[in-house]
């Protein structure tokens, strides 16, 4: 079978699947979250068409997420802490130097992990961030009132012209504007790392959180094969789902622009000693709790109007290009935002199942019109040309089309009263 070749998978109604996901649709009966959510990032290669893992249920359909949180509770958060401690002790900087880096945009995960591992941890952080793409009035003063709290920070903002290339490209192709974004800001901890010869970088929660892989819980450290892959070959990397060769040759892109993208060199990596650890293994996470920390030590603000897309007002608010992002996942996998907030604080105790579905069919559908001009001129396309793209990511298995009216088949409300 050649590499581009696209096996077409059918629902038991004979109705196309796209992306490979999962022709029979669940939901999970714990929280809200359906079997269709994509469970890690392989962000390097994403070609069209491409096949996605999704996250895990169990017998008892129950999501991995879920499973996690269930966990979370047995775990001894005392222990956690000490080898947290024993890890500080053994970088902590006696002259003055930046001892770790902490990636993030002075949203709340990130103004937390910072601000504690400064000023109960006895660390000295450097933060960096990936710039978003263009910042919300909110995740401004978020990102300066972060510093003002008394921490540094690299703001580092990749080229305009070529990320605004990229953001499009990723749109049109893949229908995830956020996938060089995603890269950037992942990439970043670890090359700073490298630049500035400090080992340990801190993210935040630990992606298992959201049902990637349930092993990674019991690892404090990230996969640092994600960060540097020597068998990726500029010829079969592709960034907005195009050949890297394909941008320079026929999207006129300089190859120096493309470094910050590319995979990191693994010897310069393995040189520093880079480590990338989840403070989320070491401290018992909760989105929610970081939200109070951040509001009251670094000043974080939750937005003054409600997300759009969800009922929440303190998560991803910095940049305009988010609601679109969460809209994307809506249209391709039948999951908006309101399902991954509702999901995430249905584990954390915070709401019940039941308000989470009803939140979810409130809101998870909404449009996002508040930046909605200002986005498509940042990637310079029509109205006419996003509705194209959106409607031909729609899998027949999860939408119809009703007296000219998309609608999900499938939806959390629907199977609320039969679990
Ligand atoms: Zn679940």
Redesign the pocket.
């Known amino acids: 079978m050649s590499d581009n070749q696209i096996i077409e998978v059918r629902d038991a109604d004979g109705l196309e699947v796209k992306y490979g996901l999962p022709p029979e649709v669940r939901f ?1 009966r ?2 809200v ?1 359906s079997n269709q959510r994509p469970s890690s990032v392989v962000e390097f290669r994403n070609r069209p068409g491409d096949r996605k893992p999704t996250i895990e249920f169990d017998e008892e359909g ?2 991995s ?2 499973r996690y949180a269930r966990i979370k509770e047995t775990i001894d958060w005392a222990e956690r802490e000490r080898e947290l401690i024993e890890l500080c002790d053994r970088h902590r900087s006696r002259d003055g130097s930046y001892d770790c880096i902490v990636p993030g945009s002075g949203g709340k995960d990130s103004a937390f992990t910072a601000h504690i591992l400064k000023y109960k941890y006895g660390m000295n952080p450097l933060t960096v961030t990936w710039s978003p793409h263009v910042y919300t009035e909110i995740g401004w003063q978020n990102f300066r009132a972060w510093i003002d709290s008394g921490l540094d920070n690299y703001l580092y903002t990749p080229n305009g012209r070529l990320h605004r290339l990229l953001t499009r490209l990723a749109f049109e192709n893949l229908v995830h504007p956020f996938q060089p974004f995603i890269i950037g800001q992942k990439l970043v901890g670890p090359r700073m790392s490298v630049l500035y010869d400090i080992p340990l970088v801190f993210y935040g929660e630990n992606q298992a959180e959201y049902g990637n892989n349930i092993e990674d819980n019991d690892r404090p450290t990230m996969d640092m094969s994600f960060f540097y892959n020597s068998r990726v070959d500029i010829r079969d990397l592709h960034l907005g789902g195009v050949p890297a060769t394909e941008l320079i040759e026929r999207h006129g892109v300089d190859r120096r622009d493309l470094n910050p993208y590319l995979p990191l060199d693994g010897e310069r990596l393995e040189q520093t000693g880079t480590q990338v650890h989840y403070l989320g293994y070491y401290l018992r996470w909760d989105p929610q709790e970081c939200f109070y920390y951040a509001a009251e030590h670094t000043g974080f603000r939750t937005n003054p109007e409600r997300t759009e897309g969800s009922y929440s007002k303190y998560s991803s608010i910095d940049d305009r290009i988010d609601p679109l992002h969460y809209y994307t996942t809506f249209i391709k996998f039948g999951i908006g935002r309101a399902t991954y907030d509702a ?1 995430q604080e249905i ?1 954390n105790g915070k709401i019940t199942r039941e308000e989470g579905v009803a939140l979810v069919k409130r809101f998870d559908a909404e449009f996002p019109k508040k930046y909605f001009r200002e986005i498509l001129d940042y990637m310079g396309i029509t109205e006419e040309r996003f509705w194209e793209v959106i409607d031909s990511a729609r899998s027949p298995h999860l939408w119809k089309k009703e007296n000219g009216e998309w609608k999900l088949r499938h939806a959390v409300w629907h199977e609320a009263h039969n679990p």
Do not use: N, Q, Y
């Open positions: 999970c714990s929280c979250i129950v999501c997420a879920c999901a584990r």
